[in-house]
Structures are given as structure tokens and as C-alpha cells.
């Protein structure tokens, strides 16, 4: 079971909403054989997993590889079904906020003498549990890769890339 399969778990849902929860958090899944196979195709000098190959143990090696291009590590993915978006999991921080920002239903602590400001718990992200595909390629198309562009990656996976410019947009599990 996933780690974020705890958190969908937890909350309470009917099997039917855990199915539809799980589906929107992970987005359009892709393989990750076919996810590697395809951005070899669009470069070939892309490598994958070189400690495993090597043999060479890292502490997340059972969940996550490296990206590497001519030997360079550029970035990790996971192993298995490549969510699209990244999940990650959450935990509760006291951050500050503007007074107008507050839902009635939070307890706030005021910190500045003209209560304009206060410090509330809110659900914040604490670290990745899932790698998203989009991550993957935007750090890709980020260090310049070439052949690695979102239309490249459009056109060979059949998704729509180019509808997510920039920064992608990332799930968030509480």
C-alpha cells in the first residue's frame, strides 16, 4: 500500500470516493518502462538507475532512481506507475497570516500590536511521496536536455503538455 493510500484511507471515504480521490490525485499515470523508453527515444543519452546497474545502495533506492544524462545526475523519479503529479504528504504548521484571511472555524494567535497579522495552523507540504511525470520532464526541459521539450513529451506520450506551462501544477495529500 502507498503511503498516500493511508491518507485517503483515514479520512473517512466511501470505497467509491477513495477510488475517485486516489484517480485525482494521481492524474493520467504513466508506466515507468514506457515513461524511460520514451524519453530515450526523444534522447539517448538519457540513463536510469545507474546505483541500482552499479550496485551502489541509497536509502530511497526500493522507491526512487536517478536521472542521469551523459553520467551528470539530473533528477530522481519513482519506480512502478509514475503518478502526474507530485503528492506529497502534510502536516500541520503554525504560519502567519493576514487577520481577513482567517476562517472562523481557526483558532489564530495575534503577533503584531496593530492585529493585522496572526499565526494559525494550516496544513503545509512536510515531503514528496510520489515523483510526479510532470516534475520529472519540467526539471528535464529545465537543465536544457536536448530533444526534451513539452511537445516532444506531448507528442509521445499523448498528453497535454502544452496546456501546463512553466511550473507545474502539483496535488497536495493531508
Known sequence: MAHDDFAIRDAGLTAREEAVAKAT?????????????????????????????????HPGISERQGVFLNGRHICSMDRGSLPEFSIYDMKLAAIEVPISDIHPSEVAVPISLNGDTAYVRRPVKNRTLRVGWRHTVERLIQRRVPGITRKAVSEKFNVPMLYFGGKTNELEVS
Open 25 to 57: 490525485q494521481e492524474g493520467n499515470c504513466i508506466d515507468e518502462v514506457v515513461f524511460k523508453n520514451g524519453l530515450k527515444e526523444l534522447n539517448p543519452d538519457l540513463h536510469f538507475d545507474l546505483g541500482g546497474a552499479h550496485d551502489i545502495w
